[in-house]
Structures are given as structure tokens and as C-alpha cells.
Nanobody
Framework: QVQLVESGGGLVQPGGSLRLSCVAS????????MSWYRQAPEKQRDLVAS???????NYADSVRGRFTISRDNAKNTVYLQMNSLKPEDTGVYYC?????????WGQGTPVTVSS
């Protein structure tokens, strides 16, 4: 089973930027879709952005224009560049994909946007 490891989270001021990374334990070329989700305290886990095998991207309305999802197949890595961060972007960010019909989650990386 593939493993996903997120990194890059931390504390940032409103208006600042962070770049999250999701490194897979094997090639990500075969995955139809890889996604970033976030879960704010005491709220459900919601889709933030996704990228398909062919490079098509999708964003939640709340982050469109501020966040960019990308991938580097040679590094088995999916990135989430987050700009113009707002306090409401605070939460634990999770990387997700499917492998043989099973949902695979990373352990999450926390992001706190606060002054």
C-alpha cells in the first residue's frame, strides 16, 4: 500500500504564504487523482484542491485564485502553494489518493494562520 507523507505546515501571518508537500512512497503517475483536504477544529474534512493524472486541476471556491496545486512525478510529490493566507485557512491539511479502490490518507500537516 502506498504511503503519503505531508510536510511544510506551520504558523504564518495573515497574507503570508506556505508551500505544502506530499511525498508518496512510490510513483504517483498511476494515480488518477491526488487531492489536498483540510480539517478545521471541530469541522468536517473538506476538499481544497485536486489534480488528475492528466494535469487537470480543481479548487474549492474558498481558495481559488490563492492556492495552486501541482505535481512533480520525478519526485513522487504533490505540492500545494498557498498564498494570501487567511485565518479561516487554519486547519490540518491532508493528502489523499486512491489505490485499488482504497482511500489513502497522509498523516496531515497543521497550518495555523494568525497574527
Amino acid at each position: 500500500q502506498v504511503q503519503l507523507v505531508e510536510s511544510g505546515g506551520g504558523l504564518v501571518q495573515p497574507g503570508g504564504s506556505l508551500r505544502l508537500s506530499c511525498v508518496a512512497s512510490r510513483s504517483i503517475v498511476s494515480f488518477d487523482v491526488m487531492s489536498w483536504y483540510r480539517q478545521a477544529p471541530e469541522k468536517q474534512r473538506d476538499l481544497v484542491a485536486s489534480i488528475s493524472r492528466g494535469g487537470s486541476v480543481n479548487y474549492a471556491d474558498s481558495v481559488r485564485g490563492r492556492f495552486t496545486i501541482s505535481r512533480d512525478n520525478a519526485k513522487n510529490t504533490v505540492y500545494l502553494q498557498m498564498n494570501s493566507l487567511k485565518p479561516e485557512d487554519t486547519g490540518v491539511y491532508y493528502c489523499k489518493t486512491l489505490e485499488r479502490s482504497s482511500t489513502i490518507w497522509g498523516q496531515g500537516t497543521p497550518v495555523t494562520v494568525s497574527s
